[in-house]
């Protein structure tokens, strides 16, 4: 039980630690998907999937994030498929939220309170794909955190800062960041001029 419980986590975080919701529009597993073909995927709880449904703005695909925001999610302590169905539940209502079909901006900020890092750093994520930039408060100062949360031992984890800038870079200046991932295309660039920028603003959102 823990192994399965263990391969389905690492493959949701890893689902989550690489291109931005940018740079997924146009990665090649996705880039040809007719819109039929991105619902499906999404009703089976295809992350990127359902990213994309918020990229594109796809309306007709409204419904299928509805019903999987609305499945309840399994205890943690009872099913290994908490997780992947936890993922899909939050990403959806983060998708919502940015569509504009309803607003789970509160239940983000309530789950920001965890104490499971590896959980906070996926809420982290949603934060950013809301676009919401009542995010902007809550991230900013989790750019002053530098502390990786490994997946395994063998695998280094993401650091609060670099996954905080990712989120940022998706609600305060999308456009110039894509453009800049291009240049450079480390997983989590930019933590440095970030913090700068939080340095220069927080005072506006805080």
Sequence with gaps: MQNGRTILLITIILS?????????????????????????????????????????????????????????????????????????????????????????????????????PLWKQEVMDYLGFTGDKRAIKYLGPLLENDTSVSISEDRPGRTFSGVAAEALSDIVQPARMKELRKLNPRPHPFSDEWKQWWKENKDKYQ
């Design 16 to 116: 989550l630690s690489g291109p931005s919701i940018h740079a997924r529009e146009i990665r090649g597993d996705y880039k040809r998907e007719s819109e039929a073909r991105i619902r499906y995927l999404a009703s089976k709880r295809d992350i990127p999937a359902i990213y994309l449904i918020g990229i594109r703005n796809h309306r007709a695909a409204i419904p299928v994030l509805q019903q999987l925001a609305a499945t309840p999610v399994p205890p943690a302590s009872e099913s290994d498929m908490a997780y992947p169905y936890r993922s899909a539940n939050y990403a959806a209502k983060a998708i919502l939220t940015r569509m504009g079909v309803h607003d789970y901006f509160d239940e983000f900020v309530v789950q920001l309170s965890t104490s499971d």
